[in-house]
């Protein structure tokens, strides 16, 4: 993991979005069996993800599987709070306060000893960022977390982080988390080219857009920006993007079998043949999604 010497999988198990949300106990303890068996030893979690259930979810797993705990890398992400819209001024932010009680509180719910990662969730514009290299070295030294890093932060910001802890001799952050997919590409591929490379920082992506749009809404940008390329430009677009990219990404469980489904090479379906049709009017990002609510909620 970058200029570290903690040894990472190359995937990570995450939990946003399905723990708690759409999968019980058991489903999860499969999955994390499934993963850990395969090689995965990174398994990622945050305060806000299901408002701390599942925290608690993959917290209950990993004690019924009483892996060795050395054999496995446990984060937790702060910023957002866990109670939502409950959420009072000092339970949300970078402040000495909240790293410190969220940390505490993470190690509850996943029922540990200490963090391997413990990430900045998003930039805090209201904390010194002197108070926030401090806090997560003062982490360190108690040995909660072991090393920490950030979340969505400009080029600028972890520089400045690692300036700070340069100046007075902290641990700086060691590891970023960017959203990087085949439209979110400029923070990774340009902003922190030099930044993050001159540090010799990991960087660990994710990928929300799949999450965000319903897979039509995705199709549908995707035809509007790569209509008109040509064939040969095609050819090109599709050796720079993703493996992951190459099969159908929603809806998958609805299929009767997922796994001959996800299987099948859907390359047209992310960069469609040459529309030479007029083009119609579609729906909205909005109208689309309220149209489906209706569908699976009202029936009609």
Known sequence: MGKTGLQLSTLSFGSWV???????????????????????????????????????????????????????????????????????????????????????????????????????????????????VHTMNTLIQQGKILYWGTSEWSGVEIMEAHRVAEKYRLIGPSMEQPQYNMFERQKVEVEYKEEVEEQKE?????????????????????????KNITEKEREQIKLTLPKFLSYKPFDSYTHPNPEAYLNQKRWQDVIPEKIDKPEQPQETDKEYARRIWKERNLGI
């Not at 305060?47 to 050395?70: F, I, N, P, Q």
């Open 202 to 226: 990991s960087c660990f992506d994710f990928d929300s857009f799949w999450e965000m749009y319903p897979h039509k809404v995705a199709k549908q940008k995707c035809e509007t920006k790569y």
């Open 18 to 132: 399905t723990f708690h949300k759409q999968i019980n106990d058991g489903i999860a303890d499969t999955l994390m069996g499934m993963a850990y068996d395969a090689g995965v030893n990174f398994f990622d979690n945050a305060e806000v993800y299901a408002a701390g259930e599942s925290e608690k979810m993959m917290g209950r797993v990993l004690a019924k599987k009483k892996w060795d705990r050395t054999s496995y890398v446990l984060s937790s992400k702060a910023y957002f709070g866990w109670r939502g819209k409950e959420n009072k001024p000092n339970q949300t932010g970078l402040s000495r306060k909240h790293l410190t009680e969220a940390c505490h509180e993470a190690l509850q719910r996943m029922q540990t000893d200490y963090l391997d990662l413990y990430f900045c969730h998003r930039p805090d514009k209201t904390t010194p960022i002197e108070e926030v």
